[in-house]
């Protein structure tokens, strides 16, 4: 099932990239824009700390042929994560790709867990979901990495459902250990 799975990613993925760069292609082709409007349309510009940098050409056929784009929701236990944002259109683009762990990567998952509600309980609502995933991924993240989070070089990223999500019965918690820089090999018991 995992085969077909990557199958269905890959072939998404270079839909993607086809469709991207049919998009880059034509915001090229449109006119000239001032510097101003050049940092935010176009070209995407890779986010800093929330800041739109000057337009940067980020290859996703390059990308996209290496790493499978997924959402969170489908991050499985194990799986090593690179997460890209930039801004086109004035409107900020994020994509998630899964990558082998043994290539540069930034998170890898190490916890998969479900929020424990009946059907009939409402969404918690997010200040609520993000103190519940927060204690979980921090309750687990040592038995993984093999060091105390306050002594280890990792971070702590997690992901919960959505409101609309959740009143479908997606209910997964993901804990992930996250890296400024990116890492090769897995965390596991790394003691880092």
């Given at each position: ?37 050049q940092a935010t349309a176009g070209l995407p ?45 004035k409107q900020r683009i994020n994509r998630l ?51 105390s989070f306050e002594l280890s070089k990792y ?38």
């Amino acid at each position: 099932m995992r085969v077909s799975k990557r199958s269905d990613r890959t072939l998404f993925g270079l839909l993607c990239a086809v469709l991207l760069a049919l998009l880059v292609l034509s915001s090229c082709s449109s006119g000239s824009a001032s510097d101003d409007d050049q940092a935010t349309a176009g070209l995407p510009g890779v986010l800093q700390a929330g800041v739109a940098a000057t337009t940067t050409s980020i290859d996703w056929g390059e990308i996209i042929l290496d790493e499978d784009p997924i959402d969170f929701y489908q991050a499985e236990l194990g799986s090593c994560l690179n997460e890209y944002s930039w801004v086109q259109d004035k409107q900020r683009i994020n994509r998630l790709t899964e990558v082998s762990c043994e290539l540069p990567h930034e998170k890898e998952v190490y916890l998969v867990t479900q929020y424990s509600a009946t059907a009939e309980e409402p969404y918690p609502g997010e200040e609520l979901m993000t103190e519940i995933a927060t204690q979980l991924c921090y309750r687990d993240f040592e038995v993984f990495v093999g060091q105390s989070f306050e002594l280890s070089k990792y971070d702590i990223d997690h992901s919960y459902p959505p409101r609309a999500n959740y009143e479908v019965g997606y209910r997964d918690i993901i804990c992930m250990v996250k890296t400024t820089d990116k890492t090769v090999g897995s965390a596991r018991q790394s003691r880092l």
